[in-house]
């Protein structure tokens, strides 16, 4: 499920979580004018302690929406950054239906974020969501492919790293493929929060 195929593994280098966070940083300082996320997870488990999906979890829309608000607040220099460098900065969010808890919650993140200036477009692809696998993709110079190991839901253990041209490429190619599925904003951000 979402595991990443070879192709996109060839001449990559594997990263632990630490290490992919840093390749991240390495990768942000040379990007000239795209970045890229591609998300395809239906639910992630976020780390320990994230306020805003216990409110969330708990009912209490209000309160998490206002803890979403503090944490996109926090990210404000990054998006201030992408102005300022005159970044194309795109979230690829690929869905299926009915949406997950975990998307209905998240939707009310992404109204606040795009508020923030990230650019945020959905696709329904053309195949099980499952069969497709998260990446970042910086200009065309660095991908990083995340791994969320075996489990049903998203809990980030690492990744991988790649510079090599073909994988660039063809992650290009994906992305672009993607985009030919693009769809409205889904509706059903502020419903209550179901297992």
């Given at each position: ?16 979580l ?7 940083g390495?990768?942000?300082k040379?990007?000239?004018r795209?970045?890229?996320k ?10 320990d ?6 409110a969330?979890?708990q009912g209490?829309l209000?309160?998490?929406?206002g ?6 607040q ?5 998006y ?5 460098r005159?970044l194309?900065?795109?979230r690829?969010r ?18 606040i974020?795009?508020?923030l ?8 692809p ?8 998260d ?8 991908a990083l ?13 690492g ?7 073909g994988?660039?490429a063809?992650?290009?190619d994906?992305a672009a493929?993607?985009r ?15 297992a």
């Amino acid at each position: 499920m979402h595991q990443p195929p070879a192709w996109a593994l060839e001449g990559a280098r594997r990263l632990t979580l630490e290490g992919f966070q840093r390749a991240f940083g390495e990768a942000w300082k040379r990007v000239d004018r795209d970045f890229l996320k591609v998300e395809c997870w239906q639910s992630y488990q976020e780390a320990d302690g994230v306020r805003s999906q216990q409110a969330y979890q708990q009912g209490r829309l209000d309160l998490a929406r206002g803890l979403l608000r503090e944490e996109a607040q926090g990210d404000q220099p990054l998006y201030d950054e992408v102005n300022e460098r005159k970044l194309a900065f795109t979230r690829l969010r690929l869905i299926s239906f009915p949406l997950t808890g975990y998307l209905r919650y998240e939707l009310i993140n992404y109204a606040i974020r795009r508020e923030l200036g990230e650019n945020i477009e959905f696709v329904t692809p053309p195949s099980p969501v499952t069969e497709y696998f998260d990446f970042l993709l910086f200009d065309q110079h660095t991908a990083l492919i995340h791994d969320y190991g075996p489990g049903p839901v998203g809990h980030q253990v690492g990744g991988w790293v790649t510079h090599t041209a073909g994988p660039l490429a063809r992650l290009a190619d994906l992305a672009a493929e993607l985009r030919a599925h693009l769809r409205p904003w889904p509706d059903g951000g502020e419903v209550e929060p179901t297992a």
